[in-house]
C-alpha cells in the first residue's frame, strides 16, 4: 500500500486484485516470451532480409512481411506457455487473496476431494484447455520454414544502434527492467524493515530477518526437504533426460516425434492438474491409497518435481548433442570403443556443459515449485520452501517479514541458477521454454 497522504491510505492493488495478479504474472513471466523471441530471431537466415532490401523493401516492410512472419512461430509457442502458466497459476493469486480463478478454487476444494465433483470437472477443464493450447503451439511451431534454421549467418544480423536509437532502445529496455524489478524490490524492502505502514519506505531497517528466516522452526526443515525432493528430482530428470534426448537426436528411430511430444507434455499439464490427480489416485478405497500424502508426501512430490521439470533436461541436452556432432563419437566407434565407452569418453566431455545447466535449471525450479507444494504437502514437518513461505505469511506479527525474508533467500538461489545456466548455454537457454 503507498498512501499519497497519512489517512486514508490508497491500496493501489487490493481494490482491484485482478489487475494486481495480472500484472504480477505479466512482470514474471515475460522473460519466458523474451527468450522465445531472442531465440527465434537468432534463427532467421539474414538473406531473406538482405532479399527484400535488394527489391527495395524498406524497414517496416521487411519487418512485417519477412521478419514477423519468420519468428512469429517461437513467439506463439512462448505466449503459449506464457497463456497456460498464467491459466493454472496458484500462488499468485493466492497472494493476493484472490479467489475468482480456477486454479484457486481448486485448491479450496481440496477437503472435499471425496464427494465433491466440482473440483474434477474444473481440472477437466484446465487439463483440455492447456492440451489444446500446447497442440497449437505444436502445430504452429512445426510450421516454422527452413530459413529459420539457417545458424551460419547469425552474427551478419546483428546491428548496431547508435544515436538516439540507441538511447531508445536503452530507455525502453531500462523501462521494462524497472518495471520487472519492482515485486522483487517490494519484497526486499518488506525483508528489510522493521515495521512498514503507511510510509513510501520503511521507517525503521533491520537484517534480523533474514538470520531468523534461516533459523525458524517452519524454515530450517523446510530448506533441507526441498533440497531433498529436488536433489532427487533432478537426478532422476539427468538420467531419462540424457536417455531421451540420445533418442531424439542420435537415432532414426520411428516415433521420435511422438517421444519429443510426450517429454514436452509437463509444460502443457499444470502443476496443480497433477497435483490434483495424484491426490485422488490417493484417496481412501483408491489403488494407491498407501501413497496418501498425508501420511508421507515425499515419493510422489519427487515424483512430481521430477516430471515438472524434465523439459529443460531433455531441451538443454538434445541442444548440447546437436551442436557436439557426431564425427567425433564415429571416430571413437573406429577406433574399437564400445557405445558406453564412448558415451562415457567423448559424448559427456563434449555435452557437459548443456548437461549442467539442465540439471541446475531443474534444480532451481523444483526448490521452488508452488502448485504441487501446496497441495500435496500437508504435514508441517514435510514442508517444502514455498509451503513454508505461505504458511509464515499467513502467521500474525512478523510472518510477513519472515515470509520476505525467505522469499529473498529463494529469489537469490533461482537467480544463480538462472545465470550459471545462461553462462553455460547462452542464447540457447530460450529453446527450453519451448513447446
Do not use: C
Amino acid at each position: 500500500k503507498v498512501g499519497l497522504s497519512p489517512d486514508p491510505p490508497i491500496d493501489w492493488l487490493g481494490a482491484s486484485r485482478f489487475w494486481g495478479v495480472t500484472l504480477a504474472l505479466a512482470l514474471h513471466l515475460y522473460p519466458i516470451l523474451y527468450l522465445n523471441a531472442v531465440a527465434a530471431l537468432s534463427g532467421i537466415d539474414p538473406a531473406m532480409e538482405e532479399a527484400g532490401r535488394a527489391l527495395g523493401a524498406g524497414r517496416w516492410l521487411r519487418f512485417r512481411r519477412i521478419t514477423l512472419p519468420l519468428m512469429m512461430p517461437g513467439v506463439f509457442a512462448g505466449g503459449t506457455i506464457v497463456f497456460i502458466w498464467s491459466f493454472t497459476e496458484l500462488g499468485t493469486p493466492i497472494m493476493f487473496d484472490y479467489t475468482r480463478v480456477t486454479a484457486v478454487q481448486v485448491f479450496d476444494s481440496l477437503k472435499e476431494i471425496g464427494d465433491n465433483p466440482f473440483p474434477y470437472v474444473l481440472v477437466a477443464v484446465m487439463l483440455a484447455s492447456s492440451v489444446i493450447l500446447y497442440a497449437l503451439g505444436r502445430f504452429f511451431l512445426g510450421r516454422q520454414t527452413g530459413a529459420t534454421l539457417t545458424r551460419g549467418f547469425r552474427g551478419a544480423s546483428e546491428k548496431t544502434l547508435r544515436g538516439w536509437r540507441a538511447g531508445a532502445a536503452l530507455a525502453f529496455l531500462a523501462l521494462v527492467t524497472v518495471l520487472a524489478l519492482i515485486p522483487h524490490i517490494g519484497l526486499v524492502l518488506l525483508s528489510l524493515s522493521e515495521d512498514w505502514y503507511k510510509t513510501v519506505l520503511p521507517e525503521r531497517w533491520t537484517l534480523i530477518h533474514y538470520r531468523d528466516a534461516l533459523g525458524h522452526s517452519f524454515t530450517v526443515p523446510s530448506i533441507a526437504n526441498s533440497l531433498r525432493y529436488a536433489g532427487v528430482a533432478t537426478l532422476i530428470d539427468l538420467l531419462v533426460g540424457l536417455a531421451a534426448a540420445w533418442i531424439l537426436a542420435r537415432t532414426s528411430l520411428r516415433g521420435r516425434g511422438f517421444l519429443d511430444a510426450l517429454v514436452m507434455t509437463p509444460l502443457a499439464v499444470p502443476g496443480i492438474v497433477l497435483a490434483f490427480g495424484y491426490l485422488a489416485m490417493t484417496q481412501p478405497g483408491e489403488p494407491l491409497a498407501f501413497l496418501d500424502p498425508a501420511k508421507d508426501p515425499t515419493l510422489l512430490l519427487i515424483v512430481a518435481y521430477a516430471i515438472r521439470r524434465l523439459p529443460y533436461v531433455v531441451r538443454s541436452v538434445a541442444a548440447g548433442l546437436e551442436q557436439a556432432g557426431r564425427s567425433l563419437e564415429e571416430a571413437a566407434r573406429n577406433l574399437g570403443a564400445g557405445p558406453f565407452r564412448t558415451l562415457r569418453r567423448v559424448t559427456l566431455p563434449l555435452i557437459s556443459p548443456h548437461l549442467i545447466a539442465g540439471g541446475v535449471l531443474a534444480l532451481s525450479f523444483a526448490m521452488l515449485e508452488v502448485s504441487d507444494s501446496l497441495m500435496l504437502a500437508q504435514r508441517q514437518s514435510d514442508f517444502p520452501i514455498t509451503k513454508a513461505i505461505y504458511e509464515l505469511y499467513m502467521l500474525l506479527g512478523e510472518g510477513r517479514y519472515l515470509a520476505s525474508a525467505l522469499g529473498v533467500w529463494s529469489m537469490l538461489f533461482l537467480a544463480v541458477g538462472l545465470a550459471l545456466a545462461g553462462r553455460l548455454l547462452g542464447r540457447r537457454l530460450g529453446a527450453l521454454f519451448r513447446v
